[in-house]
């Protein structure tokens, strides 16, 4: 875990986090949160890991999302050399699909 992000503001927004109940609550909380392009890069990072974990190629992956080649990189190098998180998620939910 990186030691940067590890503060008392970071662990009370993730307790908030924890405590949504469903994906009602979730956009109610983001929307608040964060701004639309926010949400919608997050979503992105997570699509690309998903595809990256399909074994598709970064072409596809930037023309399935619209993700430069420099957050598809960010991606597969957390994916390869992070926390595990995302493999933590994949896991618990099923290797996510692609968005259509």
Known sequence: MNKKIKTNAVDHLFDAILSLENKEECYSFFEDLCT??????LSQRFEVAAML?????????AE???AS??????????LNYGNDGYDLVFERTGTPEPAQ
């Open 69 to 78: 080649t420099a957050t598809i990189s960010r991606v597969n190098r957390s």
């Open 36 to 41: 639309v392009n926010e949400i919608l890069s």
């Open 53 to 61: 974990r399909s074994h598709k190629t970064y072409l596809e992956i």
């Open 64 to 66: 399935k999302t619209g």
